[in-house]
């Protein structure tokens, strides 16, 4: 009686590894130029079978009180319960729901952001990840790029203030960008 082989599993599990990894953001101030910050801690883990879509998933954590937008003023403020109310909501959460290809190096990510308690569906349209490749410690690595959008009213970020010629100080549109260098674990 022959007996059919189990297919071996694909999926490859990844760290974040947050020494070379980084998450930044942009938004539109005084209606004029964009403002860029980042968050210099994050963490998380990437589980990729590029055969099985479905099995992958991307769950994220973002340190807020990491902030820095080379403004110790500014960092301040946006801890604050005026935006991200660090001291009640010290993380920004990402898990994902759904991976779909995007083209021949990319994915279109779904999943679910928690800023300021607040969870809410967002897309990242990821570049990657790149081949493994094995540094010279014997680890093995890999790369990729995400960017989304969001309202950051949406994620009761509503603070804002009416400049004296008409507009606000701050716009409504998030730009986030996250580079991520990946270790293998398993």
């Given at each position: ?32 130029a ?39 003023d500014?960092?301040?403020?946006l801890?604050?319960v ?23 190096e990319g ?47 949406d ?32």
């Amino acid at each position: 009686m022959s007996s059919t082989p189990t297919p071996t599993p694909t999926i490859a599990t990844y760290m974040i590894e947050p020494v070379h990894s980084s998450a930044h953001f942009k938004v539109r101030h005084l209606m004029i130029a964009n403002v860029r910050g980042e968050f210099t801690k994050l963490s998380g883990t990437v589980k990729f079978d590029p055969s099985n879509l479905a099995q992958s998933s991307i769950s994220a954590e973002i340190d807020v009180h990491s902030i820095s937008t080379h403004e110790p003023d500014r960092d301040k403020h946006l801890k604050s319960v005026d935006f991200f109310h660090a001291e009640q909501h010290p993380t920004i959460k990402f898990e994902s729901t759904k991976i779909e290809p995007d083209g021949p190096e990319g994915y279109e990510v779904t999943g679910n952001l928690t800023l300021r308690g607040v969870t809410r569906p967002v897309v990242l349209e990821v570049t990657g990840p790149t081949p493994e490749i094995k540094d010279p410690w014997g680890y093995v690595r890999r790369g990729a790029e995400a960017v989304a959008k969001i309202s950051r009213k949406d994620f009761g970020l509503t603070w804002n203030q009416i400049l004296e010629a008409g507009g606000v100080a701050i716009g409504d549109q998030i730009e986030i960008s996250l580079e991520v260098e990946l270790v293998k674990t398993a």
